[in-house]
């Protein structure tokens, strides 16, 4: 499965950005297929901030991405969302989707390994900044 992220840009300190992740060859899909958020900025460490699961829609999210940030996953249009709300400086990174096989590897959320996730995108740029 090759994935393929939309929806970054730049805003203002307080600002909202809708992140996509989407299967981008022909004839592929991200059913049954658990996917992550992972960020990562200049001279920081990467770090993982909501999955949800390819078997039940469960979520998960780093501390620093509970109550700002929100995933969820559309079947009819095969994609998986990250909403950002409330955004921060620090939240200043390139945002990569990721997918494993049904269920959630919820080390990698913080600072953790990056465990299986087999299949990455290339990612799109965040920028907060006043």
């Known amino acids: 499965v090759q994935l393929a992220e939309s929806g970054g840009g730049m805003v203002q300190p307080g600002g909202s950005l809708n992140l996509s992740c989407r299967a981008s060859?022909?004839?592929?899909?991200?059913?049954?297929?658990?996917v992550v958020w992972v960020r990562q900025a200049p001279e920081k460490g990467r770090e993982g901030v909501a999955c949800?699961?390819?078997?039940?829609?469960?979520?998960y999210y780093s501390d620093s991405a509970k109550g700002r940030f929100t995933i969820s996953s559309d079947d009819t249009t095969d994609t998986v969302f990250l909403q950002l709300n409330n955004l921060e400086p620090e939240d200043t990174a390139v945002y990569s989707c990721?997918?494993?096989?049904?269920?959630?590897?919820?080390?990698?959320?913080?600072?953790?390994?990056?465990?299986?996730?087999?299949?990455w995108g290339q990612g799109t740029q965040v920028s907060v900044s006043s």
């Open positions: 949800i699961s390819g078997a039940n829609d469960n979520t």
């Open positions: 060859e022909s004839g592929s899909s991200l059913g049954g297929y658990a």
């Open positions: 990721a997918a494993r096989r049904w269920y959630c590897y919820t080390g990698t959320l913080g600072s953790g390994p990056v465990g299986d996730y087999a299949y």
